[in-house]
């Protein structure tokens, strides 16, 4: 994926965590840098209230992966 913020004094970082957050229907606060600060691969954690919300997010990232 491509990020609008430059990747400076976290910018980039932060707007992927915003990005998933919404994207995957959780506060801002549910999704963590775990791996990747300073580089371009990233690992989030992501923590979900509920069974139910962790499989919606699944199903949308399932469509993402459609042809």
Excluded: C, I, Y
């Excluded at 606060?29 to 209230?49: D, M, N, P, Q, Y």
């Amino acid at each position: 994926m491509r990020l609008a913020a430059p990747p400076v004094d976290g910018k980039a970082n932060a707007e992927l965590l915003r990005w998933a957050a919404d994207a995957l229907g959780v506060g801002r606060g549910a999704v963590t840098l775990v791996r990747g600060a300073s580089g371009r691969r990233k690992t989030l954690a992501v923590e979900f209230a509920t069974p139910a919300a962790l499989a919606q997010a699944q199903a949308t990232v399932a469509g993402w992966r459609q042809p």
